[in-house]
């Protein structure tokens, strides 16, 4: 078996092979023995023997371990309470950090990441913008929260209009 | 008291059900449609529909309220915090039903609740207030007077509404230059949060501390304070992190701000409980800031260092009983407590709101852990309301161990398919100045600017090496509902898995 | 100190990992074949398998300890409560190996293990021990000889092993005519139980109460003793429920059984965590009874009323700090605890132990309540150990109230699947012996034998009601797991629930 | 739907109807309006209206429900927290109170109710013993636990000898 899995931007590549609950999964090259227990759907504990990577070979290292998918289809893995966004396949987010834009090239489309009202708007058509620059106020939950530029550009068009309320995922603001 | 009506929901009903329990008197629930099995309906012997999921067409419907309250025949109305506890009409409508308040009267929360007449009553009782404009500013007061107050007072300063909390309303000007303004856009941000657009002047201290008092009065005249509260940790004027006792109050200034708290409460007839809130200077000069006429979110840790419990007392001093608590207790803490508000936010996505489904939860527990919560796994967190969903407590024999028993207490805490601010309590509480009690009102939201949206969960690369394998057996391993299969190529393993996640996912 | 391995499973190992969690010292699990996903292996750092599920096979392999902690590379071993904490070649063998045990030495454990040694120590301390042989009886001693002294002790008299412990190899004789036979039964049972059949003689208080005292000694000769904990409601000489402080021991009877405490541990020259346990008769003479040379079950309640950390003290003092506790502090309790053992039992089956899996767990949580556990819904409770899934422990401002709280708690502690004594607490902390604090050592037992099998949970005629109404919809509404129909004639539904909820116990 | 449901030794007959989440319940002749609401597979919020037997007619009364099956193909209802055990159209419990005796007329079988080890047997063939009398003492989960009996009788059968270990369900003892 063989994945491509996305982790914080980098695709690490994962064959392994199955014995029982005993596992021997090379990442990158590297084999780790797992022994994998299912607990229940969401969690598994993981026992993992790193020899040669410790000063001390046959070291059995416990992790805890609970996955649960989100709503744009990566995995989110908690290693003990950490959590991890992994894609597997190239079933990558469609969006990422602040505030669903994403970084780098192509126009953001600003849109609302949840329920709320609209109240206010920052910037203007044609506006120049600055990464983390705040675009637009949503009010949700009984707060008011700043949606912010994922990066740097030129304000293109302006669907928020306040006072209104908008859906999740509504678009908002298109930055060029 | 046989029964008592909670008009709240979340973790405060839960806390209120829960001295309801203590003291043989049956809770009852109400719940807007959203929350029909949230679990402050399901821990009350009745439970009541108020009406839609908005607040305004349920927990914020005084007629919806008194009427449950006379449906289930409950002879008692507790408020909790948030909503109504603050509204003196609710407390009016309460009482001319023939029912019991829990909190202080009518009056106490309509002259503590303005900003003016509180600073008024501080200033009666002989306690220091930020220097300010003394009188509300209406809109009939001109820019050119409020600009020659300004000028008394001394720049920066700040304009505040005079129904205000919370930051709203409220703008920090640091020339004349920007005054008009400021006041412009504080009266007309408190006119619509507020329905009053009056506000006033305040000198802007430097770097203060926010520390506050809470206090509970009988109904016989005594009014007992307690071990001051440390609550400096805030981000945009929300208290995030809360401690007791603070870590840079001497016995002697204790003394002086307790008596402090003390006397305003007495110059108003103040009953029940309440919280007076202070400023202090870097001089260690402590100014009234304001007084909130309620249970306070942060109550617990003055339970955990006092071993009292603050809403069973509410309920007893409601009922008529004295106040017979030794005085010098209450100012002697045992231990250390800190309060963490663990919300559905995503901090590292500027901490917008993240409701949804919680899919899996493990809460901590063990020694000097306390989780005051009303999550459960399977539960949505909606969207309708603040989005608190636990306060962590932890309490230990000294600051530094509470730090370190906290900072055990976050590792525990798993929550799945929601955000949450559990990273962000890891990487504060590790923070220098927080470890060294260094801190004031402005050091969080300064931090966070200078991070710049840095992640606070940084997995190591050994984290993320065990996220791919255990990504890859769950993968593997993920058989289709029907039961058929088990692996085959990893393409349609994946495909199936993410079907499989959502059914897991709904249970 | 770097990494610590804990040499036991359960609630215990649980308590000893949050603690190193707190230090910063990595904590390392064994566990038996049944114990692979127990919570103490995932939350521990890194887990070792150490054999089959049979504790003499696996949690009781002194080879396999040490073996574990050289793999892991572990600098110290904590022994928990039960299995190898009292086992003085346990606690060589870890020091032969180079690393630190977390108790006292090898010697204070031998010395004190021993019935008869321990009281040899206690009269050198000058404190006074229950009338008795004084000497250990082997099998060569002749029933001639031990009739005399019984004569000379005085009847009823009681014939306890040497080595015993939780009234194993234990009798009470009322006359003379029964004496040799208990004395053959003792030997037999103490022969079976601990591989040494020498007993002795003790009288037989009248109803006394079994108080004990736990100290803290470091390695630089200072003792600290904290104040009593009340352990009188026992079911078969097992302790069911504590509480701290006593309700019957007064500040003077405080100091004076601290004292006498302290003068024991003294004598022997102990270090690290124990507790002497006395009796107390009714006129208010008290008697040593034996030491724990370990952690008890029961620490919680101590460090609830005191707000230390005993395990947290248990290393420190292993590493060689030095006790700078303010001994008038561990003296003055804040508050009262009070804990209930929570076993997997069925108390409507006289106490049967009720293994398997659990299938739903809802925790108490809230102020004032610790859950001190390693039960997870899911998981099983295996066969071949001490059946206790949770210690429950409730805190409040007096007795009264943490009685209340306790009962609250207990309301709230739902676990379906398996029986546990959550009815039979909910029970006892009802009865008006416990409630005015008159109870004795045997006052549970008699208690007990007067009810004659009457259930513990007795449900009302509406809750009979109500769970009739539940049952029938949760029969029409439980579907095949195929997805398909629902409702159909009750005959069907029934028998396709049954399937399901299996499957559903599963998850 | 009709069901007998066994509760505490009693039938009782329960018809039901249904409309979404609402519920008539008719317990022998008595109508209750229920709304029960799904929390999991096994968790139930009902809201219970019971006009006519209450002081304040209109009340709602609030039960949180939990239930799973036990061994014996039985449900155990927890109400709140407190276990009521329901049989649901004749499926009762092969075994009842006192270590799976069965109290009434029949010879008593009395099994090990988990696995252990047979400590000490109490009785001889032939004995008259009485309800509640010890008869075997087995060691489980490091606890002696002492077997009594159902009722009174005569010990016909001794299937247990000390000193050995037992499977859960093992006959022990039979008291005609």
């Not at chain 1, 966004?85 to 669903?100: I, L, S």
């Not at chain 2, 520390?211 to 981000?235: K, Y």
């Not at chain 2, 006792?245 to 708290?261: C, D, G, H, K, N």
Request: with cysteine.
């Amino acid at each position: 078996m063989h994945y491509e899995l996305d982790i914080g931007g980098r695709t690490r590549r994962v064959a392994l092979t199955r014995s029982g609950d005993d596992f021997a999964v090379t990442v990158d090259g590297r084999t780790h023995q797992v022994q994998a227990t299912r607990i229940d759907a969401q969690r598994w504990s993981l026992l993992v023997s790193a020899p040669g990577r410790s000063d001390t070979p046959g070291r059995r290292v416990s992790h805890d371990v609970t996955i649960a998918s989100d709503s744009t289809g990566s995995l989110t893995v908690h290693v003990g309470s950490t959590p991890v966004t992994v894609a597997v396949n190239g079933r990558r987010r469609w969006g990422r950090k602040d505030d669903g834009a994403v970084a780098g090239s192509g126009p953001q489309r600003l849109a609302a990441p949840m329920p709320g009202k609209v109240v206010r708007v920052l910037v203007a058509p044609g506006e120049t913008v600055k990464a983390r620059q705040p675009l637009v106020v949503v009010e949700a939950m009984k707060m008011e929260n700043e949606l912010r530029a994922g990066r740097d550009g030129t304000v293109s068009e302006i669907h928020a209009r306040e006072g209104v309320s908008v859906d999740a995922g509504a678009l908002l603001i298109v930055i060029q | 008291m046989r029964k008592l009506l909670i008009a709240n929901r979340g973790e405060i009903a839960v806390r209120i059900i829960r001295a309801c329990r203590e003291m043989g008197i049956s809770p009852v629930a109400v719940y807007s449609d959203c929350d029909r099995i949230a679990p402050h309906v399901r821990m009350s012997d009745e439970a009541y529909a108020i009406g839609p999921s908005a607040p305004r067409e349920s927990y914020l419907r005084i007629d919806k309220l008194i009427d449950a309250a006379k449906q289930s025949g409950a002879d008692a109305v507790h408020p909790g915090y948030g909503f109504l506890a603050e509204n003196e009409d609710f407390a009016a409508a309460v009482c001319d039903a023939g029912l019991t308040f829990i909190g202080p009267t009518p009056k106490a929360i309509e002259t503590m609740g303005s900003k003016t007449a509180a600073r008024a009553a501080a200033i009666r009782a002989g306690v220091p207030v930020v220097p300010g404009s003394g009188t509300a500013l209406d809109a009939h007061v001109s820019d050119a007077e409020i600009a020659k107050l300004a000028g008394t007072i001394g720049y920066p300063v700040l304009v505040k509404a005079v129904a205000g909390g919370g930051g709203k309303g409220m703008r920090i000007v640091e020339s004349p230059a920007d005054l008009a303004s400021a006041v412009r856009a504080a009266r007309s941000e408190a006119g619509t949060a507020f329905g009053d657009s009056t506000v006033y002047l305040e000198r802007r201290l430097v770097r203060p501390r926010h520390i506050e008092v809470q206090l509970l009065g009988d109904l016989h005249g005594t009014v007992l304070p307690f071990v001051e509260r440390e609550c400096s940790i805030q981000r945009r004027h929300q208290k995030v992190v809360e401690e007791s006792p603070s870590p840079v109050v001497s016995p002697a200034l204790r003394a002086s701000m307790t008596s402090a708290a003390a006397a305003v409460a007495k110059t108003v007839g103040y009953t029940n409980a309440g919280t007076i809130e202070f400023l202090l200077d870097e001089d260690g000069r402590f100014y009234f800031l304001e007084m909130n006429t309620r249970l306070q979110v942060e109550h617990p840790i003055t339970e955990m260092v006092t071993a009292l419990d603050l809403v069973q007392w509410q309920i007893r001093i409601a009922r008529g009983e004295t106040l017979d608590l030794d005085p010098a207790a209450l100012l002697a803490p045992r231990g250390h407590a800190i309060e963490c508000r663990i919300y559905a936010e995503d901090p590292d996505n500027n901490f917008l709101p993240s409701p949804g489904t919680i899919v899996a939860l493990r809460a901590p527990n063990g020694p000097g852990v306390r989780d005051d919560s009303a999550a459960s796994a399977g539960l949505d967190v909606p969207i309708f309301y603040d989005p608190l969903i636990s306060k962590l407590i932890a309490w230990a024999g000294s600051r530094p161990l509470a730090i370190a028993r906290m900072r055990r207490a976050l590792d525990e805490y798993l929550v799945a398919g929601i955000k949450t601010t559990v990273p962000f309590f890891t990487w504060l509480l590790a923070q220098p100045e927080f470890v060294d009690g260094r801190f004031h009102t402005t050091y969080l939201d300064e931090i966070l600017a200078s991070r710049n949206g840095r992640p606070f969960v940084e997995p190591s690369e050994d984290i993320e090496e065990i996220a791919a394998i255990a990504a890859a057996i769950h993968t593997v391993l993920s058989v289709p509902a029907n039961g058929h299969g088990n692996g085959g190529n990893g393409k349609a393993a994946a495909g199936r898995w993410k079907t499989d996640a959502r059914l897991e996912g709904l249970r």
